[in-house]
């Protein structure tokens, strides 16, 4: 079964950091593209952060860029996201998805194969 299991997320002064993880079973993300979206209530899904299978290509929204990381560790088939000077206006629910079609980035989550089922950030104080 294929399967993508975010962790990490949690409840975080503004400010402050966090780190999700993207776990990839039944499959193997070396060879899958992977995007970080994220979803505030009230709003569409927008995407956060991308990053090619060969971890040769990120790319980050105006929004999140210089804050967060993107990162791969194919070894044990996961894809972090480190999330630095965290604000309310992040607050969401992040969900990585993964594809296959060699589409490049920054991923669209119609182009998306697989999803997880979310982790809730919350940056409050």
């Known amino acids: 079964q294929l399967q993508l299991v975010e962790t990490g997320g949690g409840l975080v002064q503004p400010g402050g950091s966090l780190t999700l993880s993207c776990a990839a079973s039944?499959?193997?993300?070396?060879?899958?593209?992977i995007g970080w979206f994220r979803q505030a209530p009230g709003k569409e899904r927008e995407g956060v952060s991308y990053i090619s299978h060969d971890r040769g290509l990120t790319v980050y929204a105006d929004s999140v860029k210089d804050r967060f990381t993107i990162s791969k560790d194919n070894a044990k088939n996961t894809v972090y996201l480190q999330m630095n000077s965290l604000e309310a206006k992040d607050t969401a629910v992040f969900y990585c998805?993964?594809?296959?079609?060699?589409?490049?980035?920054?991923?669209?989550?119609?182009?998306?194969?697989?999803w997880g089922k979310g982790t809730q950030v919350t940056v409050s104080s």
């Open positions: 039944g499959f193997t993300l070396e060879y899958y593209d």
């Open positions: 998805a993964a594809t296959d079609r060699g589409v490049g980035g920054p991923l669209r989550a119609y182009e998306c194969d697989y």
